[in-house]
């Protein structure tokens, strides 16, 4: 039995459909989640707590470090959730001739930043601090501050918040790139007004922002922005600043990202009165309030869309610092790390959660489509959903309409159509949105609005939030279509989450089906696919007469016979699709090993799906050369070609493209299997097993003249050295070294070394290139001793990334140091370690100053910026 069908299963078909509340991805659909995540699971980071926090930092690699009270400075793994005091310690003041005291008085620290090599940190004296991450001891001090409030790092840049002295004023502000501690510079006086400054090495700085009026807290995101919470005289204000506007002279702030009149909560129009501040991505924020504001204690995060706060009801305290993480391994919204009122430090999961729909206020999504069967009556028979529920308490719901009607919703504008198109969008409006780079309907609706106010405020055309949910607002109103399909006799589906369900009473040319999405608070249903069969047929049709007399009867006997039919169909469907099974590119992962079976190929767990795909597709042409040189070396090239070899990322020097060039991962899988350069004047000189030896198989001599079949990709691996005839050579990963090929050696003690190494007349060496993990080399290893001919004994050696500088033949005048040795090809420069009872020093190790300041008799004083437990 045969159905014709018409379905839905790609993000582009997807978006054809009327949707409400809806997010597309390759997923499938599901109902769209807030662009701000909340937090949930609130968790002390160590239990009891022997400090008091004052603020929190995380670097790249998710390490956490919080700066106590008294100055000392903490280090929180995650990984292995420990809690480390490190040697490291803010120091205590100086008196005020400049003098060391011994009983200076100490000033409470105010906030840290952490880069990949240093930590910062800032007290309430006006001092910020500079420490080695590696040795924990000063890099540099400086002061001149009035009043540092926060610290913060981006990939690029560290700056300081000082909200200058009491009684500030915007009218000393004025000088540009002013240095800490220059008199003449602006914000330095007794009435400077805030300033952001950003700290260069040594120390140096240069301001950045002036006149900000009552700086509170400052924060980053991913993108390099910079957020200022300020206190202005209208009620709390967020000024945003994208990397653009801090990279020339001094700025000073426009129009607010977040006015003070938004600083309400959505539910109950509460006002919100922020202590300190977190930007989790491209603007979008969470406040925390303190324990002298009024209102609740709790957490806000800003939703952009709605122009106000929702409560974070999770965590009920007040706050005092907050500090984003590092993304989740998905690449999800990243944990938030909050110092409480108590100087507690707690950390809190991120999680995305739904967005409520409009029209019902539920966390529901609607999708509405239409299917042509371009033929009138007719009947519609069964209708196929992949569903993941996702959770228990989900659901799909479906609802169809069939109809010979043609009438369709209204269309809306189209998402090329220029900014003026829609109803509230004036000429200004559109100029400020294309200096920005939106240019279109269509890219104005998919933009979120952090994004779009970082791109204004780079562009010089600061807009606040609410300004950009109206214009958000109305592009959607624009390109909106009108849904309502009550003109349509609709019919529910009874039963939930139908993955096969049969269809009564759908007769018409076109099928209209209606999917809601009912999810919760932070889980949605997924659909993947959907498929609507037609015409009407049943097995019923294959019984006598009699078992459609009464309409009761045969109702139930379809509907039961259905269920063989719809196995049956699949079936039959699976067997269409069989020769999928036998194609290397279709094949489904699982049956790979399967399909290799078949072609006798050798591949075990360790290979790749990717590398499998290739060996059999190939497996024929290797086949041919089976026990040969140049068989064992396709086989090894093409695993590792297709392995995710760290030679895809080896820095290449060419005489084309000088020193420094990277190839890509493309070219290097092409270098890897074919052993050929893409630029035929690239050279490079050989390899030799050991250093202080040479031989021309090194870089492969000529072995066969079978070109044999291209691969997926285009690329030849049926003779891998026939870059090599052609007088060009690449930075190929394998080499393969025979005993004949030491006749060109005309050296006796290297003739002696590399026969030492061979072994014997039948003996090979496959030579892998440092650059490759030991994994990979381990694989490496068990090809050659699985595809070695039986004549012969090879092994695989893995070259080392180290040189010896040992000479030439001792009567050499003057001697050769370095014989045959390519830095780069078969050594590398590396790092020196130092191990206990295994390193010797002066050979594998060495004293050296790893840091350029931060030493003892440099930088660092006992009792100021280092002492000795």
């Known amino acids: 039995m045969s159905f014709a069908f018409v379905g839905t299963h790609t993000p582009a078909r997807w978006a054809e459909w009327y949707r409400t509340n809806v997010a597309v991805s390759e997923r499938g659909v599901a109902v769209a989640t807030d662009p701000v995540p909340t937090y949930v699971s609130p968790s002390r980071l160590t239990e009891p707590q022997p400090f008091d926090a004052v603020d929190v930092a995380v670097d790249r690699c998710a390490v956490v470090f919080v700066l106590a009270a008294d100055g000392d400075i903490y280090q929180y793994r995650s990984d292995r959730e420990s809690m480390t005091r490190l040697a490291c310690v803010w120091t205590s003041s100086e008196s005020d001739d400049g003098g060391d005291t011994g009983d200076a008085t100490t000033e409470e620290p105010v906030g840290i930043a952490a880069t990949d090599d240093s930590l910062y940190v800032a007290d309430a004296d006006g001092r910020v601090q500079a420490i080695s991450r590696h040795l924990f001891q000063t890099r540099w001090l400086t002061d001149g501050f009035a009043s540092p409030v926060g610290v913060v790092a981006t990939t690029g840049a560290v700056y300081v918040l000082d909200a200058g002295s009491p009684g500030a004023s915007e009218a000393n502000a004025g000088a540009e790139n002013a240095t800490v501690g220059d008199a003449s510079g602006a914000g330095n006086g007794p009435d400077s007004a805030g300033r952001l400054v950003e700290l260069a090495a040594g120390g140096e700085s240069r301001t950045v922002v002036t006149g900000l009026s009552e700086p509170v807290d400052v924060a980053t995101d991913t993108a390099g922005n910079v957020s200022i919470l300020c206190r202005t005289a209208d009620g709390p204000a967020v000024f945003l600043f994208p990397p653009a506007t801090l990279g020339g002279a001094a700025t000073t702030p426009g129009e607010p990202l977040v006015s003070p009149d938004e600083f309400r909560t959505r539910a109950t129009g509460d006002e919100v009165v922020p202590s300190c501040l977190e930007s989790v991505d491209a603007a979008e924020l969470v406040v925390g309030v303190g324990s002298d504001a009024p209102g609740e204690r709790t957490l806000f995060r800003y939703r952009a869309h709605d122009t106000a706060f929702e409560r974070i009801p999770s965590f009920t305290t007040d706050s005092v610092a907050l500090q984003t993480g590092r993304s989740g391994p998905d690449g999800g919204p990243p944990d938030l790390y909050v ?75 189209s998402p090329t159509a220029a900014l003026e198109t829609a109803d509230g969008i004036d000429a200004t409006d559109a100029e400020r949105l294309r ?39 109305h592009a959607r109103d624009a390109l909106r279509v009108d849904v309502d399909t009550s003109r349509l ?381």
Not at 738 to 759: F, K, N
Not at 843 to 865: C, H, I, P, S, Y
């Open 489 to 869: 006799d609709w019919r529910d589906l009874e039963q939930a989450n139908p993955t096969d369900a049969l269809l009564d009473d759908a007769e018409g040319r076109y099928l209209w089906v209606r999917l809601e999405l009912v999810g919760n608070e932070f889980a949605s249903p997924w659909v993947r696919r959907f498929r609507a069969y037609f015409p009407r047929q049943s097995y019923l049709r294959y019984l006598p007469d009699v078992y459609r007399n009464d309409e009761r009867s045969a109702a139930f006997l379809e509907r039961y016979l259905s269920l063989f039919e719809s196995t049956f169909v699949d079936i039959e469907e699976e067997i269409g699709r069989a020769n999928r099974y036998v194609d290397p590119a279709g094949v489904p992962a699982a049956h790979l090993p399967w399909l290799g079976e078949w072609l006798a190929t050798e591949a075990d767990d360790t290979w790749p799906t990717a590398a499998r795909r290739e060996l059999v597709a190939h497996a024929p042409a290797l086949y041919k050369k089976r026990g040969t040189a140049e068989g064992l070396l396709a086989m090894i090239r093409l695993y590792l070609a297709n392995s995710g070899s760290a030679t895809a990322d080896e820095p290449t020097r060419t005489r084309a493209d000088g020193i420094g060039r990277r190839r890509t991962a493309d070219e290097a899988a092409r270098f890897d299997v074919t052993g050929s350069s893409a630029d035929p004047n690239d050279s490079d000189p050989p390899v030799a097993a050991e250093p202080g030896a040479t031989s021309r198989a090194a870089v492969g001599g000529e072995r066969g003249s079978d070109s044999g079949p291209p691969d997926s990709q285009g690329r030849n691996i049926g003779d891998p050295l026939a870059a090599d005839r052609q007088g060009t050579t690449a930075r190929k990963s394998v080499y393969l070294v025979e005993h004949g090929d030491l006749r060109c050696i005309d050296s006796p003690p290297v003739e002696a070394l590399y026969s030492r190494l061979l072994g014997c007349p039948e003996g090979f060496l496959v030579l892998l290139r440092p650059g490759i993990d030991d994994e990979r080399a381990r694989t490496v290893e068990r090809i050659v001793d699985t595809q070695q001919p039986a004549h012969a004994t090879g092994r695989a050696v893995h070259l080392r990334p180290w040189v010896r500088l040992a000479g030439g033949e001792q009567d050499d005048d003057p001697p050769t140091r370095g014989y045959h040795t390519y830095l780069g090809i078969n050594t590398t420069l590396a790092e020196r370690d130092f191990t206990v009872e295994e390193a010797t020093l002066g050979q594998n190790a060495m004293l050296t100053e790893r840091e350029a300041t931060g030493q003892f008799d440099v930088k660092a004083r006992l009792d100021r910026d280092a002492r000795i437990d």
């Open 435 to 473: 200096d920005a780079g939106v240019t279109t309907l269509g890219e104005l609706a998919s933009t979120e609005p952090g994004t779009l106010a970082a791109a204004l405020a780079a562009s010089g055309r600061s807009t606040s939030m609410s300004t950009l949910a109206r214009l958000l607002e």
């Open 339 to 413: 110092v409480d009122g108590s100087r507690r430090v707690h950390r809190l999961d991120a999680a995305r959660q739904s967005r409520r729909n409009d029209g019902t206020g539920r966390y529901d999504a609607t999708l509405v489509g239409r299917f042509d069967a371009a033929e009138l009556g007719t009947e519609w028979h069964r209708v196929t959903m992949d569903i993941d529920p996702g959770d228990s308490r989900t659901q799909v719901r479906l609802r169809y309409a069939a109809t010979d009607d043609e009438w369709q919703p209204t269309e809306g504008a």
